[in-house]
């Protein structure tokens, strides 16, 4: 039997590469992706087109209005940083940071998992080149998959145990991009803009393009996204 795997999914070129890497050691593919107030939401168009071209055997969109909540630039009234050097990012959590939003996310692909009685969720987490946000780091993750197997039917009962699958959490920016081509991601397809114009376009200035940037300057070739 094909295993199945849950992948969380934004359209983005982390999540977008994780899907890849997942298809190609044999899941079959449960994409979720989310709808929770954010600024860019044209990642979640993005995202149907590229679910649809990787043969995503389901697809699923929660609504999430984390609005409500705000104290974040991707969610609130919050101008969105420019232009940082690189060395700023990690040094402290920007306000981009999301509060709790992967914890959030993983909750409901885990809920997704039981639904489908599948044991493997993957995420798109990285530590290396990141924006210094607490949910991307190692330890969260390993906290996260020992709470999945404390709080679901099949992990209690015996009968599974869910694992937390991470492939691009020790990845720098250009390896994951090298990773995703080999495995024939088009990034064109992808968005990563945390600031987008109303047409959809990239502002190229923001943390997540800035890092995008790089990764495919030290790949030695054009980032085929557009930008304004």
Avoid: W
């Avoid at 050691?25 to 168009?45: C, M, P, T, W």
């Avoid at 009685?117 to 993750?141: L, Q």
């Amino acid at each position: 039997m094909t295993p199945k795997a849950i992948v969380l999914f934004s359209g983005g070129l982390d999540s977008t590469t994780t899907l890849a890497i997942a298809k190609s050691a044999g899941y079959a593919l449960f994409a979720i992706s989310f709808n929770y107030g954010q600024r860019h939401k044209v990642e979640i168009d993005k995202a149907k087109i590229i679910a649809e071209d990787f043969g995503v055997k389901e697809h699923r969109i929660a609504n999430i209005d984390l609005r409500q909540f705000g104290n974040s630039a991707l969610t609130d009234s919050i101008d969105v940083p420019t232009h940082r050097e690189e060395e700023e990012m990690p040094s402290a959590i920007p306000v981009t940071y999301v509060p709790a939003r992967n914890t959030i996310f993983l909750s409901y692909a885990l809920a997704y998992a039981e639904v489908k009685k599948c044991e493997n969720i993957f995420i798109g987490v990285n530590a290396v080149d990141y924006s210094g946000y607490p949910d991307c780091r190692p330890e969260f993750i390993t906290a996260f998959e020992i709470l999945a197997n404390l709080a679901t039917k099949a992990s209690v009962e015996g009968s599974s145990k869910v694992r937390i699958h991470t492939p691009l959490i020790q990845m720098t920016k250009a390896e994951i991009i090298k990773k995703g081509l080999s495995l024939g991601v088009n990034y064109g397809l992808t968005h990563s803009c945390y600031d987008p114009s109303e047409t959809g376009l990239a502002c190229g200035i923001c943390d997540s393009c800035l890092l995008r940037l790089k990764g495919f300057k030290k790949v030695g070739m054009e980032d085929p996204l557009k930008y304004r």
